[in-house]
């Protein structure tokens, strides 16, 4: 089944000790997007790109970087994580970035920074 | 600034049905998105309105007023696994999806 893949489901990780969160997909969508979401709130789109275009949102803090290697792959990179990360990451895709395309969602991964 | 509406909390019985409201102030409309979303999973793709009036898919049904900025999501003959946060998205102008920060709804027996 085609799908959006997202690895580790669960990441603790250090306070300031860097961590990377993964997403693959099988889906082959020209766009893909990182969300962070916390409990009982919406989610907050950090990033997309629209193939290897990459488009930061105006808000997202410094502290987070992107990298889209191919198609298939992307990743986040948290560089010091405080204890204000610690959220659920969401991964998603869509076949193009306007008009009727829903976006997919990967199932996430809870960070948990100690 | 860009602005979407639900209702944090409902509550309705098993069985029955249940009208989830959204409102919105974005700049310019691409259409308007329902989501679920079960506790600790991602949300997955109920709905979509970009014309005004009422689409119907199975027990749930979406409806639009682009004139009232207004939406909501209906749900017949509820089940307990239709426990869950129901997110409204609207896509602006510059074909950003604008998040609203879910209803959940509880059903109870």
């Known amino acids: 089944d085609a799908m959006v893949i997202q690895n580790p489901r669960y990441q603790v990780t250090q306070f300031g000790k860097p961590v990377t969160l993964s997403c693959s997909q099988t889906?082959?969508?020209?766009?893909m997007y990182w969300y962070q979401q916390k409990s009982s709130q919406a989610p907050k789109l950090l990033f997309h790109y629209y193939d290897k275009d990459f488009n930061n949102e105006a808000d997202t803090p410094d502290n987070f970087q992107s990298r889209r290697p191919n198609t298939s792959f992307c990743f986040l990179d948290i560089r010091s994580p405080g204890l204000g990360d610690a959220a659920m990451y969401l991964c998603a895709t869509s076949r193009t970035s306007g008009g009727t395309d829903e976006q997919f969602f990967g199932p996430g991964t809870r960070l948990t920074v100690l | 600034g860009q602005n979407i509406d639900q209702p944090t909390e409902m509550t309705a019985t098993e069985g029955a049905i249940v009208q989830i409201n959204c409102t919105y102030q974005?700049?310019?409309?691409?259409?308007l998105f329902w989501y679920q979303q079960h506790a600790g999973e991602a949300p997955t793709f109920l709905s979509y309105?970009?014309l005004d009036g009422l689409e119907e898919k199975g027990r749930f049904s979406s409806f639009l007023s682009r004139s009232k900025g207004y939406s909501y999501l209906l749900l017949k003959e509820l089940q307990m696994k239709d426990s869950a946060s129901y997110l409204c998205a609207v896509m602006d102008s510059n074909y950003q999806l604008i998040w609203g920060a879910g209803t959940k709804l509880i059903i109870k027996p």
């Open positions: 309105n970009v």
């Open positions: 974005t700049s310019g409309f691409n259409g």
């Open positions: 889906l082959n969508h020209n766009v």
